[in-house]
């Protein structure tokens, strides 16, 4: 049947519209954040992430690596909308450069410094003044974290200090990019002992715990979060907050973190 003038037009119309409506993008199109994360945070941030996704269908992207080198990075333009870092002091960094958004930064996770050896090592350890890990090292080395700029590796650094062990140990450690790296050297069997956080003891199961720092032999461990000065769209602060909610909160506690923005009762719940 032949359709008037009016109905052709109308017809028309309404494909034109049909068509512009499946070439333009849905207003529920996901987004991507990416988010720039010490690397110890690696097992237990991807299953945040993951959350995070079948929650609001954004998905995460997320690079690892020492926070110095992440800090670096942003400072330098890498494309990042949220920050993570192990310790404060490379957030004050990026703050203090204008790169971050102050108003969203908040003191997100803390964690534990401990000794570890091989699964298989019958190594004992008593952390007391003066102790000496020589003989459990023999020729080998003790794994840890670049020791003047990643946080992990300062944390050993002053524990080590606080025992009085540093210079006597000092010429016998295997200095590593990150705290994964110096896991990975006990884990493999390269290193006898090695300091890493208890987090990421609780990650490998080829290492385990011979010894762990007290919590006053270091500066408090504190990992902060915030956005970037960078940061587009609200999904960006949006995973800040899902970070430090409850959900997250549950999985961080799993994986051996403490949450600082989720009292015990919150966590309790998880």
Not at 163 to 181: C, I
Not at 195 to 214: H, K, L
């Amino acid at each position: 049947m032949k359709l008037s003038r009016p109905l052709q037009y109308l017809a028309l119309l309404a494909l034109a519209a049909s068509q512009l409506a499946l070439s333009s993008p849905s207003r529920a199109e996901s987004r991507t954040v990416t988010v720039f994360a010490a690397a110890s945070l690696k097992n237990a941030l991807d299953e945040v992430a993951a959350r995070f996704l079948g929650a609001t269908g954004n998905r995460v992207v997320i690079s690892y690596a020492a926070s110095s080198t992440l800090a670096k990075q942003i400072l330098a333009g890498a494309p990042a909308d949220v920050f993570i870092s192990a310790d404060q002091a490379w957030m004050e960094h990026l703050g203090k450069n204008s790169a971050i958004v102050p108003s969203s930064r908040k003191p997100l996770l803390s964690n534990a410094l401990v000794v570890i050896a091989p699964q298989g090592s019958t190594a004992q350890i008593t952390l007391s003044e003066g102790f000496d890990l020589k003989p459990l090292l023999g020729d080998g080395r003790l794994a840890v974290a670049e020791t003047t700029s990643v946080p992990a590796g300062k944390y050993a650094k002053a524990a080590l200090e606080h025992f009085g062990a540093w210079k006597l140990l000092e010429p016998q450690l295997a200095q590593a990019p990150d705290v994964r790296a110096a896991l990975a050297l006990v884990a493999r069997g390269e290193a006898p002992l090695g300091i890493v956080y208890a987090s990421d003891a609780a990650a490998e199961p080829a290492v385990r715990v011979v010894a762990t720092f007290p919590a006053a032999s270091h500066p408090e461990i504190v990992y902060p979060i915030a956005l970037t000065r960078e940061a587009t769209g609200a999904e960006s602060a949006q995973f800040v907050a899902f970070a430090a909610g409850i959900d997250a909160a549950g999985i961080f506690a799993r994986h051996g973190f403490t949450s600082l923005t989720c009292d015990t009762d919150c966590r309790k719940t998880n």
